[in-house]
């Protein structure tokens, strides 16, 4: 079974650009989430889906940030003007929520610089 | 809101040495507690949980035991291999919601 894959691996941006993270869970998953990671501290989750629809973005600084889940499978997320205060590794991460306790599978995760 | 407090920053052990993490949490109603490992490059990977109180998760050696009196859900593992050294994160989190993660503790493991 494939897992959690996750593009660009690597984005390098000048302050104020733009930048886009595509995801593709687990298949038959039905929730996606988003996590930020800055350096050595631990996952911060921005926004999670179930399927199609947003479950909670109350982390996700709506100001810049957008992500969508148009099918309820593949997902971007999307920085529209970019701070140095956003560097940090974004993860995404699939669950099931009738499978166990929906353990959250990660991908490898973009690890995005802003100079 | 929920948090999660890992006490050490940092260990280093031995091979074959006892490892202890103390994970300690704070939530509203009855979480479900995780730990996660991380390797470098890498994106957290699931180790166990456990859902109910004195339940024991444990996985690859690795276990921990959910105390709701305490607050706590310590990892141990009896002895560590080089191929241990990651970092640890403690996690809570609902039904089918997101985790809440600690900082992370990270383990060295040295010949």
């Known amino acids: 079974e494939a897992g959690v894959t996750q593009s660009p691996r690597y984005a390098v941006l000048q302050e104020g650009q733009a930048v886009s993270f595509w995801c593709d869970p687990i298949s038959g998953h039905d929730t996606l989430y988003w996590y930020q990671q800055p350096r050595d501290q631990g996952p911060q989750l921005l926004v999670y889906f179930r399927d199609e629809a947003v479950i909670d973005n109350s982390q996700l600084p709506s100001d810049r940030f957008s992500a969508v889940r148009p099918k309820g499978t593949n997902s971007t997320l999307k920085i529209q003007s970019a701070k140095q205060g956003d560097t940090a590794t974004y993860l995404c991460?699939?669950?099931?929520?009738?499978?166990?306790?929906?353990?959250?599978?990660f991908g490898p995760g973009t690890r995005l610089t802003v100079l | 809101g929920d948090s999660v407090t890992q006490t050490e920053g940092q260990v280093a052990l031995s091979e074959e040495d006892f490892l202890t993490i103390h994970c300690n949490y704070s939530a509203s109603g009855y979480p479900a507690l995780f730990w996660y490992v991380q390797y470098p490059g890498e994106g957290p990977q699931f180790l166990f949980r456990a859902s109910r109180d004195k339940e024991k998760g444990s996985s690859r050696g690795f276990e921990a035991t959910y105390d709701k009196g305490t607050t706590s859900f310590h990892l141990r593992k009896a002895s560590v291999q080089e191929s241990d050294s990651a970092v640890y994160y403690c996690?809570?989190?609902?039904?089918?919601?997101?985790?809440?993660f600690g900082l992370g503790t990270r383990v060295s493991v040295f010949p």
């Open positions: 996690a809570l989190g609902g039904h089918a919601q997101g985790l809440t």
């Open positions: 991460a699939s669950s099931h929520r009738d499978w166990g306790w929906h353990e959250q599978y």
